[in-house]
T-cell receptor, first 107, second 116 residues
Framework: EDQVTQSPEALRLQEGESSSLNCSYT??????LFWYRQDPGKGPEFLFT?????EEKEKERLKATLTKKESFLHITAPKPEDSATYLC????????WGAGTKLIIKP | DGGITQSPKYLFRKEGQNVTLSCEQN?????MYWYRQDPGQGLRLIYY???????QKGDIAEGYSVSREKKESFPLTVTSAQKNPTAFYLC???????????????FGPGTRLTVT
């Protein structure tokens, strides 16, 4: 069964403290791995698509990487405004979603 | 400004009543989707449509119905047959992938439905 698992469920960091969020997947014939950001009470906002192992993409303080089994979202020197839930999803003609990691950045 | 609108933002209904959630997009996307989001769970697909007048069931279609009479619009009806309708409902749209391509889905702001 295709599955996407995100860890940790929640992560609290001090402002400026870099860390990584994990997205492990078992999706047969994966055609893409998506990352989204979701603020409370709002719809997810698209961040990145990764297509093949070894690929990396960056946006401001975020960098997403992909291996054959997992993806990481690295956050460098985060600020309080980076606080949100980060969702990943594997694509194989449909999106298979993880439950998300809630990231809290304390000033 | 291109985007997806959902209305209303909050909706309250009594048990046994049907309710329709609105979703409109002006992105000229062919595909539209409805998801349900519950705390601690991933998004679950209810229905999707890739073309006007055609739609397919997702993983949790029971108790829901949709229509796609216009490319821009994809309303979702939550019927009284849905056993646990209280949730956050998200509408999304995308271009349609060709072959190995996959395209990101863009989401609306969501509708929070509470049924008592």
């Amino acid at each position: 069964e295709d599955q996407v698992t995100q860890s940790p469920e929640a992560l609290r960091l001090q402002e400026g403290e870099s860390s990584s969020l994990n997205c492990s997947y078992t999706v047969s014939g994966l055609r893409g791995l998506f990352w989204y950001r979701q603020d409370p009470g709002k719809g997810p906002e698209f961040l990145f698509t990764l297509y093949s192992a070894g690929e990396e993409k960056e946006k401001e303080r975020l960098k997403a990487t992909l291996t054959k089994k997992e993806s990481f979202l690295h956050i460098t020197a985060p600020k309080p405004e980076d606080s949100a839930t980060y969702l990943c999803a594997g694509y194989n003609y449909q999106l298979i979603w993880g439950a998300g990691t809630k990231l809290i950045i304390k000033p | 400004d291109g985007g997806i609108t959902q209305s209303p933002k909050y909706l309250f209904r009594k048990e046994g009543q049907n309710v329709t959630l609105s979703c409109e997009q002006n992105l000229n996307h062919d595909a539209m989707y409805w998801y349900r989001q519950d705390p601690g769970q991933g998004l679950r697909l209810i229905y999707y449509s890739q073309i006007v007048n055609d739609f397919q069931k997702g993983d949790i279609a029971e108790g829901y119905s949709v229509s796609r009479e216009k490319k821009e619009s994809f309303p979702l009806t939550v019927t009284s047959a849905q056993k646990n309708p209280t949730a956050f409902y998200l509408c999304a749209s995308s271009t349609i992938g060709r072959g190995h391509s996959s395209y990101e889905q863009y989401f609306g702001p969501g509708t929070r439905l509470t049924v008592t």
